[in-house]
């Protein structure tokens, strides 16, 4: 298991590879960020952004989706997956916002967003980071997979444990802003598959990287 002064020194280095980097959804208010990243649970960023802009001008707010046809918001987000459930979720949680009275902004309590239809910790954790700069560490695909990686946990730890984690190792004023570069560094670099071990500077600090260079050198997998 990697020490907490090593995990540092790898992040600190990835941190230099990635310094711009940042949320990719598109968004203008808090109400927008939270539907964009329950569509994004399990697509591409570029694939919400693509939807999106045609779906908040016809829903701009909680009010105005709350009140929508379930048809027609799938028609506005039946290219990413898992729109059906998607279209429910985004107008079931539209209608608890207004039940709750947020026709603007949002609950800046975690518990509170899980509540809403599609929300997990993931979401709850990219929204109030992102729009009101409450710390957590939204562990998605590629966190996970980079936490593991290096090592930080076991490679059946769950998401909960890889979260608690690296809240345990990284400074809490950096939770928000080291999840983007762990990200950034999961999408572009350290992919799922045939990662850039040949040309990492992490590679030090990783079992990982340094057993699939060593299988790729005997000519065993391809990269």
């Known amino acids: 298991m990697i ?13 230099n590879m990635f310094p711009e980097a940042h949320g990719e959804l598109n968004w203008q208010t808090a ?3 939270l539907i964009a990243t329950i569509l994004s649970a399990q697509a591409t960023d570029v694939g919400v952004n ?3 802009p045609a779906l908040f001008k016809r829903y701009p ?5 709350s009140k929508a046809d379930l048809d027609e918001v799938e028609s506005y987000i039946r290219t990413i997956g898992l729109y059906h459930n998607k279209a429910k979720n985004i107008i079931k949680t539209a209608q608890k916002l207004v039940e709750w009275g947020y026709t603007e902004g949002l609950p800046k309590d975690k518990k ?3 509540e809403l239809p599609g929300v997990g910790r993931k979401t709850a954790n990219v929204v109030l980071g992102e729009v009101y700069a409450i710390p957590g560490i939204a562990v998605d695909t590629h966190v996970e997979r980079i936490a593991k990686r290096l090592d930080v946990v076991n490679a059946d730890a769950t998401v909960l444990q890889v979260e608690e984690k690296l809240m345990a ?3 809490e004023d950096r939770w928000v802003s080291s999840h983007h570069h762990l990200i950034f560094f999961g999408r572009y670099h350290c992919t799922a598959k045939n ?14 990287g340094q057993n699939f260079q060593k299988v790729a050198q005997k000519g065993d997998i391809k990269k």
């Open 3 to 15: 020490s907490k002064k090593k995990f540092l020194e790898a992040l600190e280095i990835i941190d």
């Open 31 to 33: 109400f927008q960020l």
């Open 50 to 52: 693509k939807v999106t």
């Open 61 to 65: 707010d909680a009010l105005s989706l």
């Open 112 to 114: 509170k967003l899980q």
């Open 169 to 171: 190792y990284i400074p």
């Open 195 to 208: 990662p850039h071990c040949e040309a990492c500077p992490v590679i030090g600090y990783c079992k990982y």
